[in-house]
């Protein structure tokens, strides 16, 4: 079983809108810190967004900053990626990932902080 499960993924125009979902089904990450991060071909995987579960406190990487929303519904187990004004630039898989520490304080951008994973969702931006 999939611990985490993104969608929303697709091929968008730059300057359009997606909004990603991640799901955790048959688990709860109430009290976790939920980030997304992505990954483009040859490069390594980034950190872009996160959202601490005690406050709802947000932290988003500077090249996504007033373009992406990250937010979270702790009823229905979801996390969301909001993303405006998409550039070619931000083409990748967008995975969504759980921090491995239970109730932490402070928000991990290191991808090795996280420890439950999804499969990935593909993000196309056409010039």
């Known amino acids: 079983q999939v611990p985490l499960v993104e969608s929303g993924g697709g091929l968008v125009q730059a300057g359009g809108s997606l909004r990603l979902s991640c799901t955790a089904p048959g688990r709860t990450f109430s009290s976790r810190t939920m980030g997304w991060f992505r990954q483009a071909p040859g490069k390594e995987r980034e950190f872009v967004a996160a959202i601490k579960w005690s406050d709802g406190s947000t932290y988003y990487t500077d090249s996504v900053k007033g373009r992406f929303t990250i937010s979270r519904d702790n009823a229905k187990n979801t996390v969301y990626l909001q993303m405006n004004s998409l550039k070619p630039g931000d083409a990748a898989v967008y995975y969504c990932?759980?921090?491995?520490?239970?109730?932490?304080?402070?928000?991990?951008?290191?991808?090795?902080?996280?420890?439950?994973w999804g499969q990935g969702t593909q993000v196309t931006v056409s010039s």
């Open positions: 990932a759980a921090d491995a520490r239970i109730g932490a304080r402070d928000i991990a951008t290191m991808p090795s902080r996280y420890d439950y």
